[in-house]
């Protein structure tokens, strides 16, 4: 292992384990709850910082992936990019040169190590990333990559920090919220909640992270979310 960001690609490097099933379950129950509507972009988000949701969207994509499905990550964290670290890839340019310089698509997109996925690295860090994030460029960008992947999965900074990600709520088909065991806190959890609606995202459900049994591969992630009334748990 390289970096400690890649030592959680667990749904890659130990497939067998019951994280990585945890994973796939997740990917189970976000395909059921959107069996007649399919969330081909979807938001990965939190309410605070150190909650997991960059790991829990790289592990989710693999999952994904591991279907057969094309998928692509884009690394909306504009003020704290990783997704370049998890699957170690160089990031001299990505998302911000194709809205900023109208660098091309496929001269930015990455291959990863997974069959079937692929990643838009963030590129430079801008200095206004709010606004770049809400500019039309970047609704006509989701708009292509929708057309061109199966699913398009993307990261953003927590909701309660900055308005990043309810400025891309909008723009996605579901976000999923991520919280961290022992560390979220639930007055925050509400707000990220009101924010995201407020901003008319839809969450199709919440994560649980980091909820720890027994050692490091009995340390589940659970999924719920909400389809005509029914609860639909992992």
Known sequence: MKNEEHRHLI?????????????????????????DNPFKTILVTSAGTGEGKSTTLANLAVAIAQTGMQVLIIDCDLRKPV????FELPNKQGLTNI???QLPLESAVQFTRVNNLSVLTSGPIPPN?????GCERMKGLLQQ?????????????????????AVLSAQ????????????AK?????????????????????????????GEDYQYYYYYGEKKGRNLNA
Do not use: C, W
């Open 186 to 214: 639930i007055d925050m959890a509400k707000q990220a909640k009101e924010q995201i609606e407020k901003a008319n995202g839809k969450i199709i459900g919440t994560v649980l992270y980091g909820v720890n049994y027994s």
């Open 172 to 183: 996605v088909d579901g976000v999923i919220l991520v919280l961290r065991s022992g560390v």
């Open 83 to 86: 997704q370049h670290k998890v």
């Open 11 to 35: 749904t890659h490097n130990k497939p067998k384990s019951p994280i990585a099933e945890a994973y796939r379950t997740l990917r189970t129950n976000i395909h059921f709850s959107g069996m």
């Open 145 to 165: 990559l929708k057309n061109k992947y199966d699913t398009v999965l993307i990261d953003s900074p927590p909701t309660v920090a900055v308005t990043d990600a």
């Open 99 to 101: 809205l900023v310089e």
């Open 129 to 133: 990333p709010s606004e770049l994030l």
